[in-house]
């Protein structure tokens, strides 16, 4: 398996042995700050998913693992979102409480991004709440510029900055494989 390495990192493909530890995190209310915490049924979903997007992406939603002790701090990778009728390519990260404020964040998400412009040229959407500070300073760091603020769909409760950012010789938005 394709391991992706940095100064206090690996990355690499998520596996069915994983499952636990993200069903873990997508059911807790730390760890899922900004989108919700999702049910056990929910959050085994979303494990799948990451394991068929990751069979079709390199650089899709991928466990950030700290190589100290082994453990899974957080993600960084693609999946996908429907936006203006388009099915596109989404980056998200999240890391847990206690592995934030110390750069990891950026440093796995740069290491991602260069798989990504090795394999792929287009353009990435990156979604982040307007009051996510951390998030909004990550994409910065990682090369994403500000497109626009919406109201995600439509509700003024929910003002949203929308980023892109070009991957390999960038180009037209990329595109959800035939997956969802
Ligand atoms: C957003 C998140 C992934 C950032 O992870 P991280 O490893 O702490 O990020 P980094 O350390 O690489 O960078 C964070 C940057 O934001 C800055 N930052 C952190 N909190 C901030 C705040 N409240 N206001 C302004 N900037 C802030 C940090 O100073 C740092 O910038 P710097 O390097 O210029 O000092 C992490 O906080 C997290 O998991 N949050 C909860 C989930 C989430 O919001 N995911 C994103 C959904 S869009």
């Known amino acids: 398996m394709?391991?992706?390495?940095t100064d206090r990192l690996l990355l690499r493909a998520?596996?069915?042995?994983d499952r636990a530890r993200f069903v873990e995190l997508f059911t807790s209310e730390a760890f899922m700050v900004f989108t919700g915490v999702l049910d056990p049924?929910?959050?085994?979903?979303?494990?799948?998913?990451?394991?068929?997007l990751a069979g079709r992406i390199p650089y899709g939603k991928q466990p950030v693992i700290n190589r100290v002790d082994g453990a899974i701090v957080g993600y960084t990778g693609v999946d996908?979102?429907?936006?203006?009728?388009?099915?596109?390519?989404?980056?998200?990260?999240?890391?847990?409480?206690?592995?934030?404020g110390r750069g990891y964040a950026s440093e796995a998400t740069a290491a991602l991004l260069d798989?990504?412009?090795?394999?792929?040229?287009?353009?990435?959407?990156?979604?982040?709440?307007?009051?996510?500070?951390?998030?909004?300073?990550?994409?910065t760091k990682t090369g994403f510029r500000h497109?626009?603020?919406?109201?995600?769909?439509?509700?003024?409760?929910?003002?949203?900055d929308l980023f892109v950012r070009p991957i390999g010789a960038g180009g037209p938005p990329l595109l959800a494989p035939d997956v969802a």
């Open 2 to 5: 394709a391991m992706i390495e």
């Open 14 to 17: 998520p596996v069915e042995t």
């Open 41 to 52: 049924v929910a959050a085994n979903d979303r494990f799948d998913r990451m394991l068929t």
């Open 80 to 100: 996908t979102v429907e936006f203006d009728g388009l099915a596109r390519l989404e980056w998200g990260w999240r890391f847990v409480p206690k592995a934030r």
């Open 115 to 139: 798989v990504a412009g090795a394999c792929d040229s287009g353009e990435v959407l990156c979604i982040i709440a307007a009051d996510n500070h951390a998030s909004r300073r990550v994409a």
């Open 147 to 160: 497109w626009k603020r919406l109201n995600w769909n439509g509700d003024p409760s929910a003002p949203t």
